[in-house]
């Protein structure tokens, strides 16, 4: 039973990591290729799918069992020191990207005010789609924060409702939303939805899916044991990136892979073999460097945007910099967990306990 064994998921990190890593290039490529048939990662949008489904196991498999004896007040508080910190610091970097990008003078055209209020649009999580020359974001300075908008209300009505429903009750949620989501692909033409001020409760119902269905695979106790290779999982989550992109079958394929192909997915990475040596070391760093690439990554690809409206870069020298700026975002991510994240974190931590 997976409630009655405390153990780690290396797989499953290597997953995210996988995915976070495909965002990246999927936002890169939004710029080089505005045309998603041209991309050749095109259907990375899905990867907050597979994070809010791997989200509501993980949530599940860490409080199911102990929410009741550490109480509202401490998970809140928990779930704010583990999320939070990044948050804040893509919002500053999202700032500081938009004040000094090099390659635009776009920031000139809005007041102070206006960008203070970005900035702690971004910091509390409040939507603010100020800026039209750029898709009206919910969060401009840091778009990929809409995700974690939708990530703290799942959180949240986790801690007040849904930790104490029944399997049949989460069973009712899991078809409702199966539903919405559907009708949101077949009226979309895909699901990159939710990050705009035109699309924003399509972030709810694919939040709404994925996180009950997470949840439901918990509690349900479901798992695939396995003996298939590790890279060949991680490979199988890869493969869905790379699906060509045609808006002939988009509405279609979006919710096949989201409703079915992920939990399975998830149950393969949670059955599979123990992870030794290396390759365990590799996707625990994968894991770690999931969220803060993740959630910082999105400043950068503005500067890229920006340079190449003014530059007209041909396509090798922008094949040269998206996979520099990949590598270096990596690392960069992975510096900024191990000397801004990890320490606040542990400083909030202690002040808790």
């Known amino acids: 039973m997976l409630n009655q064994t405390r153990k780690h998921f290396e797989l499953l990190d290597g997953m995210r990591g996988v995915a976070a890593i495909a965002v990246v290039l999927f936002h890169f490529m939004e710029i080089a290729q505005p045309d998603y048939r041209n991309s ?19 949530i599940a498999y860490a409080y199911d069992h102990k929410l009741v004896n550490i109480g509202l007040k401490r998970f809140f508080a928990l779930r704010l020191i583990r999320l939070h910190p990044l948050v804040v610091m893509g919002s500053l970097i999202g700032l500081l990207a938009f004040v000094y990008d090099p390659f635009s003078d776009l920031a000139a055209s809005f007041s102070v005010f206006q960008k203070l209020g970005m900035f702690l649009s971004g910091s509390t999580l409040i939507p603010y789609p100020a800026v039209p020359e750029r898709y009206f974001n919910l969060f401009h300075l840091n778009p990929p924060t809409w995700s974690l908008f939708w990530e703290y209300i799942a959180n949240f009505l986790y801690g007040l409702l849904l930790v104490r429903l ?73 493969l869905v990136f790379f699906i060509p992109f ?34 365990k070391a590799c996707c625990r760093f994968l894991g770690e460097i ?47 967990l191990k000397y801004v994240d990890e320490p606040i974190r542990r400083y909030f931590g202690r002040r808790l306990a």
Not at 173 to 182: K, P, R
Request: contains cysteine; hydrophobic residues 55%; aromatic residues 20%.
């Open 246 to 279: 045609s808006e002939a079958y988009g509405k279609i394929i979006d919710p096949i892979l989201v409703i079915f192909y992920f939990p399975l997915l998830i149950l393969l990475g949670i059955g599979a073999k123990d992870l030794k040596g290396r390759f």
């Open 290 to 336: 999931s969220y803060p690439l993740y959630i910082i990554h999105y400043p950068f690809i503005w500067i890229f945007m920006s340079y190449v409206e003014l530059k007209q870069p041909n396509l090798k020298q922008m094949s040269f910099i998206i996979t520099l700026g990949t590598l270096l975002l990596i690392i960069f991510s992975y510096l900024l």
């Open 166 to 238: 029944s399997n049949k009750v989460l069973w009712g949620f899991v078809i409702l939303s199966a539903s919405a989501l559907c009708i949101v692909a077949f009226q979309s033409g895909y699901l990159a939805v939710g990050f705009g001020a035109d699309n924003f409760w399509a972030g709810g119902i694919r939040l709404w899916f994925s996180f009950s269905m997470g949840l439901l695979i918990f509690r349900s106790n479901w798992v695939i044991i396995n003996k298939l290779p590790p890279l060949l999982i991680i490979g199988l989550l890869g």
């Open 40 to 58: 050749f990662i095109p259907r990375s949008y899905l990867a907050v799918d597979f994070f809010f489904c791997l989200s509501g196991f993980v």
